[in-house]
DNA sequence: CCAGACGTTGTT
DNA sequence: GTCTGG
DNA sequence: CCAGACGTTGTT
DNA sequence: GTCTGG
């Protein structure tokens, strides 16, 4: 995980939440947020600033953007091993925005359908994953800018569908993770969410990236 | 030295 | 760019 | 994460 | 089965 999350609010309630502007054309509500799509990010320089980025780590070093397609997350446990985000985690720190994200619980035995669920603070606020970003530099003037969502081992909320999970950032620790400097009190904040998360089972409908409705976070009957 | 990878997930 | 493997 | 493709040649 | 794309 993470593999798919949501942001349903309106791109006026976003900037009243995090206080930062953003493109109005190139935000729009999201309930089927997918690898490779823009993502709504805050990045801390330069300067802080709220923008959209692609889903999916392309380091600057890449020869083929496609890498990214692949870096859609990173182990916190190994973050300051991993050539692909080492520099990240030491420059480019960002919060990627959210308000629900989903998880799969597999079935039993072979054959067997994964069952999504959506999982939400629940209190209408937006949210933060904890992300790195870089930037690369092709031919053109503008460096396509990407991201990735680190994720840890799950909490007791998430524990039940799946053992893993995002790094979800208080927002009293949001200033701590994007201006922090000692490596160690930066892995100290990339702990399992202490928040109190809702588990909402939802339809598989869910499951293919191109459906992207309201309905896609409604409870379904039966779970 | 050069070449090639650089990642996570889940499944077996 | 930097590390690992051959 | 899941869904969907998985290929080349030559022609427009 | 495995890779790519969204």
Redesign the pocket.
């Known amino acids: 995980?993470?593999?798919?999350f949501t942001l349903t609010v309106s791109a006026d309630d976003l900037k009243d939440a995090v206080g930062l502007e953003i493109v109005p054309s190139e935000y729009q509500p999201r309930y089927n947020i997918?690898?490779?799509?823009p993502v709504a990010v805050v990045r801390s320089f330069p300067p802080k600033e709220l923008e959209m980025m692609r889903w999916?780590l392309v380091?600057?070093?890449?020869?083929d953007p496609?890498?990214g397609?692949?870096?859609?997350?990173?182990?916190a446990e190994?973050?300051t091993?991993?050539?692909?985000?080492?520099?990240a985690f030491a420059k480019r720190r960002c919060l990627i925005l959210m308000d629900g994200f989903?998880?799969?619980k597999?079935g039993e035995g072979?054959g067997a359908r994964?069952q999504?669920y959506w999982f939400t603070p629940g209190d209408g606020k937006v949210a933060a994953f904890a992300g790195l970003y870089e930037l690369w530099f092709h031919k053109e003037d503008e460096p396509l800018v990407s991201c990735t969502i680190i994720?840890t081992e799950a909490n007791d909320v998430v524990r039940p569908v799946?053992?893993?999970m995002p790094v979800i950032l208080p927002r009293e620790r949001w200033s701590d993770w994007l201006e922090g400097s000692s490596p160690d009190q930066l892995l100290a904040l990339l702990r399992p969410a202490n928040l109190s998360l809702e588990a909402v089972p939802v339809s598989?409908a869910v499951?293919?990236?191109?459906v992207d409705r309201p309905e896609l976070i409604q409870p379904i009957a039966g779970l």
């Open positions: 995980m993470c593999g798919r997918a690898p490779t799509q999916g380091p600057s070093w890449a020869k496609s890498i397609n692949r870096l859609i997350n990173a182990r190994t973050l091993e991993k050539p692909a985000f080492r520099s989903f998880e799969w597999r072979k994964s999504p994720t799946h053992d893993r598989p499951n293919s990236p191109a």
